[in-house]
């Protein structure tokens, strides 16, 4: 039995039936050349014939001495993970993220492994999907889009290709990338090395610092600047997916017209899209939304250790032109980072800590909701630029669908892929009524920014 680490026992404790705990990719795949009608179905039947995972698809959950363990399943059936399932017609987009919106609000069954795979047919236009859920204590989301990638082949012509659940694991790795995880860095303050601790007054004193200044600046963000919105209500256990593509070059044009990176375009473009469905809502707050963003902070080629940290972005949701709301959220991210590029790797993780504090003294116990850090969650994961297939599938698209957190009712996580940009919003169903406006507003921003720019 092996124990489950402070970080992923936190998941499970987190776990309640409003706040499944799972992360999930929905992939969409187009027939091959000359594939015929039954082509899924057999699919499904060669896919079924790996009934023996490899770790952690293979690991359960046991509880010993107060602590949770993974412990092999030796009764493992793949007919409860693996379901081959058909859209009811007419079979758009529509019905399949319908299914997903209804499969992501259930929670995985703790007597057996945490994932499921659900190959689905009867998609318009020779289309099959794949809807892969993972508990996020077996996984983090970054880990779960890898595993992704390393069932898939870049050659058209290559053939039986196993699912995910048989390949044998990479060593795994985790880096701050949810509030939870802060959490547990601020937690490892009283226990890690003495150099960490070295930085925690100077840091407090930071912060403090940077409170301050918010006050008297409108565009700096601060820890306790985010406004109380709609979004930071508490959830019910429903969960409604939304995802669409955007052209990765036409994203560019705009990052080059305005002189500014592709992630401030796109956290301008979920500016533009909150404020829009917020004033649909008729719940636009006078103080700009404040975004959680998780932000790479690596400055060369190298593979080894995690260098992420949280930066708070202003979304500049209370400025009306697009062209200015672009430069606020510019500002915004540039001095975030000019601030963690004067710290050392033990300041960042801990700044990071103890800033996303009062979010993680809320997840746990509830006791202050008004203490909030943040409004939204926007994670961009970079993703691979070439074509990718699975057994002659091309691969046309993946879409994230992340982890929807009470008071944190909507989570907009995107990826790339070849020349897309692809969003996969995910949000409580009742406390965001009618969520999939968003993806019309996010194509609105796109044109408003082009005229902005003289791109249109």
């Known amino acids: 039995m092996k124990t489950l680490s402070p970080v992923d026992q936190l998941f499970l404790y987190l776990e309640k039936r409003q706040q499944p705990m799972h992360v999930a990719g929905l992939q969409l795949f187009s027939f091959p050349e000359g594939a015929g009608p039954k082509y899924v179905s057999e699919l499904a039947q060669s896919i079924r014939d790996y009934c023996r995972p490899e770790p952690p698809f293979n690991q359960r959950l046991r509880r010993r001495w107060g602590q949770w363990h993974w412990d ?3 009764q493992f059936d793949i007919d409860h993970h693996f379901r081959h399932e058909a859209l009811p017609k007419p079979g758009r987009i529509r019905e399949l993220l319908s299914l997903v919106s209804a499969e992501h609000s259930n929670l995985l069954d703790r007597e057996r492994p945490l994932w499921e795979a659900h190959l689905i047919e009867g998609i318009r236009g020779r289309q099959f999907a794949l809807y892969t859920k993972v508990h996020h204590s077996m996984v983090d989301g970054i880990s779960a889009m890898r595993m992704g990638m390393r069932a898939l082949s870049t050659d058209p012509d290559e053939r039986d290709l196993p699912p995910v659940w048989a390949y044998k694991p990479n060593k795994r790795g985790r880096g701050v990338s949810s509030p939870v995880d802060a959490v547990s860095s601020l937690a490892r303050l009283t226990a890690g090395a003495s150099r960490q601790l070295a930085t925690v007054p100077a840091l407090t004193r930071e912060i403090y610092r940077v409170t301050q200044k918010a006050k008297d600046d409108p565009n700096f963000v601060s820890i306790f600047q985010a ?6 209500q508490c959830i019910t256990g429903s969960r409604r997916f939304a995802a669409q593509s955007y052209s990765l070059p036409r994203l560019k044009k705009l990052a080059s017209a305005f002189n500014c990176t592709l992630n401030d375009v796109v956290l301008s473009m979920c500016g533009h899209a909150l404020r ?4 649909s809502q008729n719940a636009l707050p006078d103080q700009p939304l404040i975004a959680m963003v998780p932000m790479s902070l690596r400055k060369d080629d190298s593979a080894g250790g995690n260098q992420i940290a949280m930066i708070l972005a202003n979304l500049g949701t209370h400025v009306c032109d697009p062209a200015n709301r672009l430069r606020v959220v510019q500002a915004s991210v540039k001095e975030a980072k000019q601030r963690f590029a004067q710290m050392s790797p033990e300041e960042i993780l801990n700044f990071t800590a103890l800033s996303m504090a009062p979010t993680g003294l809320n997840l746990l ?3 202050a909701p008004r203490w909030r850090a943040f409004n939204v969650i926007i994670s961009n994961v970079p993703g691979p630029k070439e074509p990718l297939y699975w057994n002659g599938a091309q ?8 982890v929807v957190l009470d008071r944190i009712a909507l989570n907009m996580t ?6 897309q940009i692809e969003f996969g919003l995910i949000a409580c169903r009742r406390t965001l009524p009618s969520m999939q406006r968003l993806l019309d507003y996010l194509e609105q921003s796109i044109r408003e920014l082009e005229i902005a720019g003289g791109l249109r």
Not at 227 to 232: E, G, K, R, V, Y
Not at 395 to 402: H, K
Not at 414 to 419: F, K, N, V
């Open 395 to 402: 691969l046309n698209g993946q879409y994230p669908v992340s």
């Open 365 to 367: 116990t509830g006791l």
């Open 276 to 279: 829009e469905y917020l004033i």
């Open 72 to 74: 092999e399943d030796k």
């Open 227 to 232: 406004p109380d919105t709609i979004l930071n």
């Open 414 to 419: 995107l990826t790339s892929y070849r020349d």
